[in-house]
Antibody, heavy 120, light 107 residues
């Protein structure tokens, strides 16, 4: 059974940094691409970042390019989202999600999410 | 960037009724790489449909997807109480991946 467990959320001041983690279990972690998707309060889902299984291919939504970095450590079965220079509009529940193959974009499993609140 | 527009914004129905949710893309979705997800508050989104019309594993057959190009539909043939949630379409054909704004299905 696929499990994705996010951690690292909390309250952070504008302009500061935060790192989210997502631990995967129940599947061969190194064989799958990973995503981060977020949901701001009272809004819908917004895709944030993608990373292929071997870390060679990464993509970001425009609003986080140059500020956020997705990375992974397959030996620890963990994907990360380094969030730098955070803004008020980065406040959201951040979901870790699995792609359905090594370089695949389709999301087939999701975590429960971790809340990030950007506030002074 | 492909923009997805879902309609209606809110759909009010009763258990046992049929629900039809629409998703329209601003440009053709290559290879019909269109997925649907169900999302309830405080829960992980649930993967329902991929490739516009293929049910994901363990999804009941009352859920069906159809459409191609720019117009897609999710149909729930007979609503069960647990089906009331927000539904999102998503295209995964090109970067950036995009979601529709969601349709709230309420009792």
């Amino acid at each position: 059974q696929v499990q994705l467990v996010e951690s690292g959320g909390g309250v952070v001041q504008p302009g500061r940094s935060l790192r989210l983690s997502c631990a995967g279990s129940g599947f061969t972690f190194s064989g799958y691409s990973m995503h981060w998707v977020r949901q701001a309060p009272d809004t819908g889902l917004e895709w944030v970042a993608f990373l292929s299984n071997d870390g060679s291919n990464e993509h970001y939504t425009d609003s986080v390019k140059g500020r956020f970095t997705i990375s992974r450590d397959n030996s620890k079965r963990t994907v990360y989202l380094q969030m730098n220079i955070v803004r008020l509009d980065d406040t959201a529940v951040y979901y870790c999600a699995r792609g359905d193959g090594p370089g695949n974009w389709l999301i087939d499993s999701w975590g429960q999410g971790t809340l990030v609140t950007v506030s002074s | 960037e492909i923009v997805l527009t879902q309609s209606p914004g809110t759909l009010s129905l009763s258990p046992g009724e049929r629900a039809t949710l629409s998703c329209r893309a601003s440009q053709s979705v290559a290879r019909n790489y269109l997925a649907w997800y169900q999302h309830k508050p405080g829960q992980a989104p649930r993967f329902l449909i991929y490739g516009a019309s293929n049910r994901a594993t363990d999804i009941p057959d009352r859920f069906s997807g159809s459409g191609s190009g720019t117009d897609f539909t999710l149909t729930i043939s007979r609503l069960e109480p647990e089906d009331f949630a927000v539904y999102y379409c998503q295209q995964y054909a090109s970067s950036p991946i995009s979601f529709g704004q969601g349709t709230r299905l309420e009792i």
